[in-house]
C-alpha cells in the first residue's frame, strides 16, 4: 500500500492489554478494552467494560514523550485536542510533553470514529477518562513493584510516580517497560479523579494543529500527495441526477496533460455515485482547463420541473388546507384562540442554504491489486468506506481510510460522494488520483439545509400570558417520510408549556439533495419559534425577556409514551430560565439608553443537549444597512467546559455562522438546478462585519455535553428581533437582504 501521510495507531492483540511497543529505545503501548463508545448505553454510570474491544490510545517512550491517538475526525470543532485533556488529565500527565496523532478509521479497535450532532463529549466523557486512569493505575503498579511498597502509598503528578514515605519519584518514560508486563485494571471500576483535581480539564488549552496551520504545514485532505499521483475533476449535471446523454471526451484527451476524460454513468441516489464526466491530468490546473472545453449534453430527467417559487406556491397552498399530519395536539387550540384578548398571525419562511465549507470537497483514492485505500477529510469515514464497498463492489476489508483534517464541515462531509467518486476514478485509471472538487461544485453540488415554511397564530389573555399557539409547519418529504434535515419533531419549544398547543405538518416531494447543517433543524426552527414568541411579548405588552421567563415557568405535565416509544428528552426549563438570566444580566438588557435605530433582541433555544440564550444588539441605518454591535451569550453545557479557549472560539464561530446566515445566505432553486455558483452570490461573513462576541457558561450538575452546534440556533432570531427593536419592522423572511428595512 501507498505509504499513508498520517501514522497509524499501533494494534494490539486480543489477549494482550498492552506491550512494549517498536519504538526507539523501546516504550509502552496502553490500550483498553472497552464497549463500543459510541453507544447511547454506554454513556453515564452505567458504562460497562468488554473485552471484546482493544482499542489503543496512548504510547509512552523512555524520554517521557506520551503520544496520543484523537481517533474522531477533526473538523475544526477541536475534538482533536479534547478527546485527548480527558485521557491525560486522568493519566496525570505534564501536557508539555502530549503528543497528539489522528488516528486511522479502526473500526475493530475504535468506535465512533464521527463528528456530527456534537456527540463527541457526551460519548466520551467517561470512557476517554477511563482509557486515562487505567494507564495511570499501570504505572503506578510499575512503580510499586520496582519500590516494593503498596501501591495505594504512591502519587502521581505531571508525569512522575513518587511514594512520599521515601522521597523516591520515577518518570513514566523510566517506567515504561516494566508497566508493559502490569495486569490490566476493570474499567468499570478504575478510580477516577474528583473534577476538583482536575489539572489538565478547565484549562485554556491551544489547538494541537494551531502551530501546523498558520505556519502551513499538510493536515488537511487537500494538502495530500502521494507518489505518481494525477488529478482529476468531476462534473455532475447541473440538475440533481441527470445522465450523460453524451460528451466530447476523447477530444479533451489531445489537451495538455490530459491523461483520460470518459463518462460514469452512476445511479440515482443522490447520496451515491451520480451520472458524470471525469477528467484526470497531471495537475489540477490541466484538469480544469480541459473542463472548460468539455461539452456534454444531459439527460435532465423530471427534477428540472422543480424550483424554489413552485415550492412557495406549494406550501402557501398547502398552509390553507387541512394539515397532512399532526405531531402535537395539547388542550383545545380552537376555544382557546377564540377567547383570547389578543391574536397574532405569522408566516416565517427560511430558504436552503448550503454549508460552504472553506476546503471544497476532496479526496484521494489509490486502486490497487484489489485492494482500495482512501485519504478522506470526512465526518463519517465509516459510512464513506461502506458507500464506496457497495458501489465498487468490494469487501470493506479491503478498503483503507486515513483520516485528515477537514477545512470546515457543518455536516457536509457526513456524506462521502465525494468518496466514492474519487475511488471509482481511481479504479478506473490504476494510479494514485486526487479529486478536487471546485468551489461551484461545492455550492450547486451540496445536500442543502432544507428551506422551511412555519404559519404560526397565537393568542395572549388579558394577563398578557400566552394561552394558545398553532403551527402548521410545511416543509419536504414523502408520505409520512422528511427529506434529510427536514424534520420538526412534536416536543420542540414551545411545546409543553403553552396549555393549547398543536403542530401540524404537510410535505412536498423534493429532487434537490438535502441534510444536515450546522445545528440541523433548529437553525430555522429557532428562528421562527423565538422571532413569533418575540411578537406575542409585543402583543401583550411585556418585556420579551420576562416574557420568556413567564413562559418557562408555565411547564405542562408531558403526555406518558405510549408501551414501546422512546421516551421524549425532558427540557430543563431551569436551566434555560438561568442561562436567559445570565446573558440579560450580562448584556445589561433592561438599563441601556439607545438611539434610534439601535435595538437588542433576545432568544433561546435547546438543541443537541445544550442550553443557550442570546443578546444582539444591533444598529439600522436609515437606508437600512445592518451592523451587529455586540453579542452576549449564554450557555449551559454541564458540569465541565473541557477546554474553555476552544469552548469560547466553538461559541463565537457559531454566533458568526448564524449572523451570515441571516444576513444574506439562500440557495434558491430554478429548473431544478441550483443558482448561485460561488461566494459572491453566497456571501459568508467578511472581516470588516466582524463584531465583539461575549461568552459565559453556567455550569449545571449533568455531564458535559459538545458546544459545535447549540450556540448557533438563537443568534439569528435575537438578530431579528434587535431589529425589530431599532426599526419597528418585523423579519419574518430570511435572509435580510430580501428585506426592505430603511426607516424614517
Known sequence: MTTPIIDESARVSRRDFLRVSAIAGGGILFASYAKPLGAAASIGENFAPSEAMLNAYVRITPDGIITIIGKNPEVGQGVKT??????????????????????????????????????????????????????????????????????????????????????????????????????????????????????????????????????????????????????????????????????????????????????????????????????????????????????????????????????AAQAAALSQKEPQRSLRRDGDVKAALASATKTIDGDYFYPFIAHASLEPQNCTAHYKDGKLELWAPSQSPANGRALVARTLGIPDTDITVHITRSGGGFGRRLMNDYMVEAAWIAREVGVPVKLIWTREDDIQHDFYRPAGFHYLTGGVDAAGKLVAWRDHFISFGEGQGWAPGANMGGTEFPARFIPNFSLDASVMPLAVPTGYLRAPGSNGIAFATQSFIDELAHAAGKDPVQFRLDLLANAQPDAPAAAGAPQAQPYDAARMRGVLELVAEKSGWGKKSLPKGTGMGVAFHFSHRGYFAEVVQATVSKAGEVKVDQVWVAGDVGSEVINPLNAENQVQGSVMDGVAQALGQEITIEKGRVVQSNFNEFPLLRAEQAFPIEVHFRKSAIAPTGLGEPALPPVVPALCNAIFAATGKRIRTLPLSKSNLAWA
Open 82 to 311: 479534547m478527546l485527548p485533556m480527558l485521557i491525560a488529565d486522568e493519566l496525570d500527565a505534564d501536557w508539555a510533553n502530549v503528543r497528539v496523532e489522528q488516528g486511522m478509521l479502526d473500526t475493530k479497535n475504535y468506535t465512533a470514529q464521527s463528528a456530527g450532532g456534537s456527540t463527541a463529549t457526551p460519548n466520551n466523557w467517561l470512557p476517554m477518562r477511563r482509557v486515562g486512569a487505567a494507564a495511570r493505575t499501570m504505572l503506578v503498579g510499575a512503580a510499586a513493584a520496582e519500590w516494593g511498597v503498596p501501591a495505594s502509598e504512591c502519587e502521581t503528578s505531571r508525569g512522575v510516580v513518587r511514594h512520599r514515605a521515601s522521597g523516591r519519584s520515577l518518570t513514566y518514560g523510566a517506567l515504561a517497560s516494566r508497566a508493559a508486563g502490569m495486569t490490566p485494571p476493570d474499567l468499570a471500576t478504575v478510580p477516577l479523579k474528583d473534577p476538583k483535581a482536575f489539572t489538565i480539564i478547565g484549562s485554556r488549552v491551544r489547538g494541537v494543529d494551531t502551530r501546523a496551520i498558520v505556519t502551513g504545514q499538510p493536515l488537511y485532505g487537500m494538502d495530500v500527495s502521494v507518489p505518481g499521483m494525477l488529478y482529476a475533476t468531476f462534473v455532475k449535471c447541473p440538475v440533481f441526477a441527470g445522465k450523460v446523454a453524451s460528451a466530447n471526451g476523447a477530444d479533451l484527451k489531445s489537451m495538455p496533460g490530459v491523461r483520460h476524460a470518459f463518462v460514469v454513468q452512476g445511479g440515482t441516489a443522490l447520496d451515491g455515485l451520480l451520472p458524470g464526466v471525469a477528467i484526470v491530468a497531471d495537475s489540477w490546473w490541466q484538469a480544469k482547463t480541459a473542463r472548460g472545453k468539455l461539452q456534454v449534453s444531459w439527460d435532465e430527467g423530471p427534477a428540472a420541473q422543480q424550483s424554489s417559487a413552485g415550492f
